[in-house]
């Protein structure tokens, strides 16, 4: 009996069994349809190509033909119709499937909780639940698919990729992005696209920018200014000032190549096309030791990295300029990123552009008449361009390659139309002519999962040339200023174990400064060329856990011409004491071998008068800065206060590179800068929200032995500066955004009240008073943006936006000095230079 059952039940598995390995048996479409056609005297409508190749699993022999071409639909990706009750048609045309995935981490195969799945170019998306699982329906199989969680790099998949098929979900891995998004520590900072990190720096993410007041653009230079201690005294953003520096004092950096000219239309916009620049990171102190130069700050632009699946860009303008972007892919291992941006000032005059160059040339040649030049007999042609292009290689999974190139111009011409002494009309065209042309490389390798290196190099080459005619005196003036940097840095990283990190490195570099000047009548010929070398060894060790972040630098510099070496130590730490309050602690020494010298009676047309010049450790020192922070971060239900004193002393500027507009200008000595303050920032965050409130106090004074007095206010000692602003998301599709600014006028120095001007030889000049002692009005703006953001078509996104600065059209004086009065040469002239007035800008883009 016992043997019976035996018998019975492994009767009963084997058949089982067999019909398991039957139901599951492969069997082909084209096979299947020859089978159908027959039993079920049915017509199918194909293309071969569309079905080649596809295998399903052999139908139960009970199957209806309604059953069985309902399972096909839910199984494969081809689109079976019935036409009527014997015609049956297949194609993959609009083929809509069910997609679903289970996200989980590379790191501890856990499921990721509330990761961000959406359908490119189309506003769907969904977040993964408890257990990491997401489903899509309706989804069409050519639809791309991005997974993406804060601190993991991004994937993208075909939908076909994450089709659910006899109840599977694919399982999609994340791996965590060590370069960038474990560092992050608030997300989402002032707005969206803008985040704090852990080592106390912001990034600004500019493809998920959201809308800053009085911007149509992520304009990356206008866009920092909403962080305290980072301002313009003058609106410029080839004059930012952080923490009381000067511009020349800010290191720019671009895919690692070393920038030395920052703005288009002199200042009034960023020379850096925001539509690649993937992120921007901005370092105040507390820098890595691989970095030096920048004695006030580090401003570090990197474009995308990743060779995408599919080609995507965009195209744009507003009323200044039109730009373009792509994004090429050419294979899985290589892509070509290219951008490209140029005004049409030269063709069209917009009420922006009219603002934008009132601004620009108030006080110039361009705007100011004189006896035999009016504004009927001289022209002017303005316009920029900014081109880049990026190559991506990657030669393998661990090895990397990438190759870098950008070049920024400005060109102005001017057009000077007289009557020569026989009665003929001649004209002489003056011109003015900004390049910065950058190239670059590098090679990242991943020997183990312990160490890594990046080995790169840059070449950038940095030209001013002037040719200025001087109908008055029948004179010709050229001018040439030109930098050329070479270096070479290798990395190596280094992870001792899951809390300390090692990095070590060597920096090359050689920089070469030609300045000339040459004038026809009197013959005059003047060329300045230095060429500095610079060795460079650091070092650092970063200790991160839960509650504490640490990193130990040191850098040391020889400077082979003056047999010079520089150490520079870092410091920077961030201890968290509960879970809402973190202290922070930054530190650093750098140092910098190059500043521009800015002389007002060495100009171009009353335009340029910056000019870049190099220590020779005579009477031009090699500037030296040393700098402390401290500060506490409180953060809770989306506020987050954070509160930063500061010290900053800088040595070995020179009256040249201050920019006087008092007798200190002709005056050539050495000094030093303190800046010491404290910046406070106040920010509120919500989804479809965000406010804040930033003020910083600061005191900023010189020192120059040899001045009398030797200590005076520096020229941008603004003791108050106050922002305000809100955003705010209307719909989905709508955001905007207004906000103000306040602060203190800068300072000025006046002439003597009755005895405004003295003899001086030949020559009448001003008699100035103590110096900085007055301040001019505070300056005040009130901006506001509208974006609106639509689907154009499936794949084309369009972006509008409006745009106004100082909407309220108050009459700031950004600067104020003094000339002698032509017509009564006892008196003093005052001038003012004005801010912009009411400026609206409009944009248009579409992305695909």
């Given at each position: 009996m016992l043997k019976t059952k035996f018998l019975f039940i492994v009767f009963l598995c084997f058949s089982i069994f067999s019909f398991g390995l039957q139901s599951q048996e492969k069997l082909s479409i084209l096979a299947l349809i020859k089978q159908l056609e027959t039993q079920f005297d049915v017509k199918f409508s194909y293309t071969e190509s569309d079905v080649k190749n596809v295998f399903i699993n052999k139908p139960l022999v009970t199957d209806t033909i309604e059953e069985i071409i309902s399972s096909l639909n839910a199984s494969t990706l081809l689109n079976f119709k019935f036409l009527d009750d014997r015609y049956i048609t297949v194609s993959t045309l609009n083929k809509r499937i069910k997609i679903c995935g289970t996200v989980t981490s590379k790191l501890n195969n856990k499921p990721l909780l509330g990761a961000s799945v959406y359908v490119k170019n189309t506003s769907k998306g969904v977040i993964t639940n408890v257990d990491g699982v997401f489903n899509f329906s309706n989804i069409t199989v050519d639809e791309t698919i991005i997974v993406s969680f804060i601190g993991y790099k991004t994937a993208s998949f075909s939908a076909k990729e994450l089709m659910l098929i006899d109840g599977y979900c694919k399982t999609i891995v994340l791996e965590e992005d060590i370069e960038e998004l474990n560092q992050v520590l608030i997300s989402k900072f002032l707005i969206t696209g803008l985040q704090k990190r852990t080592d106390g720096s912001t990034v600004l993410n500019t493809k998920k920018f959201g809308t800053l007041p009085g911007l149509t653009e992520p304009d990356i230079l206008q866009s920092i200014q909403a962080f305290p201690g980072i301002e313009s005294v003058n609106e410029s953003v080839a004059n930012i000032n952080v923490r009381g520096g000067t511009n020349d004092e800010n290191l720019m950096i671009w895919d690692g190549i070393k920038m030395y000219h920052s703005g288009h239309f002199f200042g009034l916009i960023s020379a850096y096309n925001p539509h690649l620049t993937n992120k921007v990171v901005v370092i105040k102190n507390g820098t890595s030791s691989e970095f030096s130069d920048g004695v006030s700050s580090t401003i570090n632009m990197s474009t995308k990295d990743?060779?995408?699946?599919?080609?995507?860009?965009?195209?744009?303008?507003?009323?200044?300029?039109?730009?373009?972007?792509?994004?090429?892919?050419?294979?899985?291992?290589?892509?070509?990123?290219?951008?490209?941006?140029?005004?049409?000032?030269?063709?069209?005059?917009?009420?922006?552009?009219?603002?934008?160059?009132?601004?620009?040339?108030?006080?110039?040649?361009?705007?100011?008449?004189?006896?035999?030049?009016?504004?009927?007999?001289?022209?002017?042609?303005?316009?920029?361009y900014d081109y880049t292009a990026k190559l991506l290689f990657d030669i393998t999974d661990k090895h990397k390659f990438r190759a870098n190139v950008i070049g920024i111009n400005n060109n102005l011409d001017y057009t000077e139309s007289y009557q020569n002494s026989d009665g003929i009309t001649e004209s002489k065209t003056?011109?003015?002519?900004?390049?910065?042309?950058?190239?670059?490389?590098?090679?990242?390798?991943?020997?183990?999962?312990?160490?890594?290196?990046?080995?790169?190099?840059?070449?950038?080459?940095?030209?001013?040339?002037?040719?200025?005619?001087?109908?008055?005196?029948?004179?010709?003036?050229?001018?040439?200023?030109?930098?050329?940097?070479?270096?070479?840095?290798?990395?190596?990283?280094?992870?001792?174990?899951?809390?300390?990190?090692?990095?070590?490195?060597?920096?090359?570099?050689?920089?070469?400064?030609?300045?000339?000047?040459?004038?026809?009548?009197?013959?005059?010929?003047?060329?300045?060329?230095?060429?500095?070398?610079?060795?460079?060894?650091?070092?650092?060790?970063?200790?991160?856990?839960?509650?504490?972040?640490?990193?130990?630098?040191?850098?040391?510099?020889?400077?082979?011409?003056?047999?010079?070496?520089?150490?520079?130590?870092?410091?920077?730490?961030?201890?968290?004491?509960?879970?809402?309050?973190?202290?922070?602690?930054?530190?650093?020494?750098?140092?910098?071998?190059?500043?521009?010298?800015?002389?007002?009676?060495?100009?171009?047309?009353?335009?340029?008068?910056?000019?870049?010049?190099?220590?020779?450790?005579?009477?031009?020192?090699?500037?030296?800065?040393?700098?402390?922070?401290?500060?506490?971060?409180?953060?809770?239900?989306?506020?987050?206060?954070?509160?930063?004193?500061?010290?900053?002393?800088?040595?070995?500027?020179?009256?040249?590179?201050?920019?006087?507009?008092?007798?200190?200008?002709?005056?050539?000595?050495?000094?030093?800068?303190?800046?010491?303050?404290?910046?406070?920032?106040?920010?509120?965050?919500?989804?479809?929200?965000?406010?804040?409130?930033?003020?910083?106090?600061?005191?900023?004074?010189?020192?120059?032995?040899?001045?009398?007095?030797?200590?005076?206010?520096?020229?941008?000692?603004?003791?108050?500066?106050?922002?305000?602003?809100?955003?705010?998301?209307?719909?989905?599709?709508?955001?905007?955004?207004?906000?103000?600014?306040?602060?203190?006028g800068q300072p000025f120095t006046k002439p003597i009240d009755g005895n405004?001007?003295?003899?001086?030889?030949?020559?009448?000049?001003?008699?100035?008073?103590?110096?900085?002692?007055?301040?001019?009005?505070?300056f005040m703006r009130l901006d506001a943006s509208i974006a609106y953001d639509f689907k154009f078509s499936e794949t084309v996104l369009g972006v509008f936006r409006v745009g106004v600065l100082n909407i309220l059209d108050r009459e700031n004086t950004i600067n104020r000095y003094y000339e002698v009065n032509p017509e009564d040469t006892s008196k003093a002239i005052q001038i003012n230079n004005k801010s912009l007035g009411l400026t609206p800008n409009i944009s248009f883009r579409l992305n695909f």
């Open positions: 990743v060779i995408g699946n599919d080609f995507s860009g965009g195209f744009g303008a507003n009323l200044i300029h039109a730009d373009a972007y792509f994004e090429i892919p050419i294979s899985k291992k290589l892509a070509l990123h290219v951008s490209g941006r140029r005004s049409f000032t030269d063709v069209f005059n917009s009420p922006t552009y009219d603002n934008y160059f009132e601004r620009s040339f108030q006080d110039s040649e361009l705007t100011t008449n004189s006896d035999n030049i009016t504004d009927g007999n001289r022209s002017s042609d303005f316009f920029f003056s011109n003015l002519k900004q390049e910065n042309l950058g190239l670059g490389g590098r090679w990242d390798a991943v020997w183990n999962t312990k160490l890594t290196t990046r080995l790169s190099a840059f070449y950038s080459k940095y030209n001013v040339d002037a040719t200025n005619y001087r109908i008055e005196t029948d004179q010709r003036l050229t001018q040439a200023n030109e930098v050329l940097e070479t270096g070479v840095k290798l990395n190596t990283y280094y992870k001792i174990n899951n809390v300390f990190k090692l990095l070590s490195g060597y920096q090359f570099s050689e920089i070469g400064i030609l300045y000339e000047t040459t004038v026809s009548a009197p013959s005059y010929d003047r060329v300045k060329k230095d060429v500095l070398l610079n060795h460079a060894l650091f070092s650092e060790i970063e200790y991160r856990n839960n509650t504490t972040y640490l990193r130990l630098g040191v850098r040391g510099n020889y400077f082979q011409k003056f047999n010079k070496l520089i150490l520079e130590p870092r410091l920077n730490l961030r201890q968290k004491l509960s879970r809402h309050f973190a202290i922070k602690l930054q530190g650093e020494f750098k140092n910098q071998s190059a500043n521009q010298k800015i002389d007002f009676q060495d100009d171009f047309l009353g335009v340029e008068n910056r000019r870049w010049i190099l220590a020779n450790e005579k009477e031009i020192k090699i500037s030296e800065s040393k700098q402390a922070s401290f500060g506490f971060e409180f953060n809770q239900n989306n506020w987050l206060l954070d509160v930063e004193g500061f010290y900053k002393l800088v040595d070995g500027i020179t009256a040249s590179n201050q920019g006087f507009y008092n007798n200190f200008q002709y005056v050539n000595a050495e000094g030093r800068y303190n800046s010491r303050g404290v910046e406070f920032l106040l920010n509120k965050t919500a989804d479809t929200y965000s406010t804040w409130l930033s003020y910083t106090y600061s005191i900023n004074d010189y020192e120059f032995v040899s001045i009398t007095p030797s200590v005076f206010p520096n020229n941008v000692d603004i003791r108050h500066s106050v922002s305000l602003a809100f955003n705010y998301n209307v719909l989905e599709s709508l955001e905007a955004s207004i906000g103000g600014i306040w602060r203190s405004e001007t003295v003899q001086d030889g030949n020559n009448t000049r001003i008699n100035y008073d103590a110096p900085n002692n007055e301040n001019i009005d505070d």
